[in-house]
């Protein structure tokens, strides 16, 4: 349960590149550590697709730049940590929830159980937004964090911490394509590309196939802001974006879409 009685932003669902929306969600936790905005909700899409990964993963052990580059996909370093995720253009939405660790009930347990209380509040948020889908989710880890469905997995996660302050964003597939993934993403030494497609195959699963029906970003987003304020237990404001994060996202583009950052491990 949260621990203010102040109203929470809900900054509605956009659709950016990748070098945007990693900038808006570092603007918004920079902000937010300063006090200048309130605990925040997003949720946006990819377009193009875009390849993330993670803050200290290296490029050319995780990803095809070649194939990327020839499918006019997006190359990202996300600042949070987590492996290298395809986000394809249309496929999934994503969320970002940046706001105090106390906030999320995760206030002077020691770094693990703070981070361990956050994943476990937003996860229990996607999961009753799941569960209004009519699917029942449960956490679980692939990688990272997870939710899972008849064990696959249909939300992957990853954290930014910066003193008592969380930015944690993470995915929630609509459909997959392990070809096309698989296609980006560079499998483990020693384990071919088709193996990765196959275990993909049988490990995740987006809410459109496993339903049978086309489900719009605006009816999951509906069910994500009810979920997630009851969750944590906040009321839920629609804003848009202060002016002060609006000029950091301007530097912040840069910054995301330079070769200095975006090779920082090569």
């Not at 550590?33 to 990964?53: A, E």
């Not at 997959?176 to 020693?190: A, I, R």
Request: with cysteine.
């Amino acid at each position: 349960m949260s621990q203010t009685t102040q109203p929470w932003r809900f900054v509605p669902l956009s659709v950016n590149d990748g070098f945007t929306n990693m900038a808006i969600d570092e603007a918004i936790l920079s902000c937010r550590v300063k006090g200048l905005v309130p605990s925040t909700i997003r949720l946006y899409q990819w377009d193009p697709s875009t390849v993330s990964i993670g803050r200290h993963q290296s490029v050319k052990l995780e990803v095809d730049e070649a194939e990327i580059g020839r499918r006019g996909f997006q190359l990202v370093r996300r600042i949070s940590g987590g492996g290298a995720v395809l986000h394809s253009r249309g496929r999934e939405i994503t969320y970002a929830v940046v706001s105090r660790l106390d906030e999320l009930g995760a206030a002077a347990r020691g770094f693990g159980p703070a981070v361990r209380a956050a994943y476990e509040t937003i996860l229990t948020a996607i999961q009753r937004a799941v569960a209004a889908l009519s699917m029942r989710a449960l956490p679980g880890t692939i990688h990272c964090p997870a939710l899972l469905v008849d064990g696959k997995k249909i939300s992957g996660n990853a954290q930014c911490i910066k003193g008592n302050y969380v930015l944690q964003h993470g995915t929630i597939l609509l459909s997959v394509d392990p070809d096309e993934m698989y296609s980006v993403l560079k499998p483990p030494e020693g384990v071919s590309k088709g193996r990765m497609v196959r275990s993909v195959k049988a490990k995740v699963v987006g809410i459109e196939e496993h339903l049978g029906r086309a489900v719009s970003p605006a009816e999951l987003e509906a069910k994500f802001k009810d979920s997630i304020a009851r969750s944590i237990g906040i009321e839920l404001v629609d804003g848009d974006m202060a002016a002060e994060e609006i000029d950091l996202v301007d530097a912040l583009r840069e910054k995301y879409a330079s070769a200095e950052w975006r090779y920082k491990h090569p």
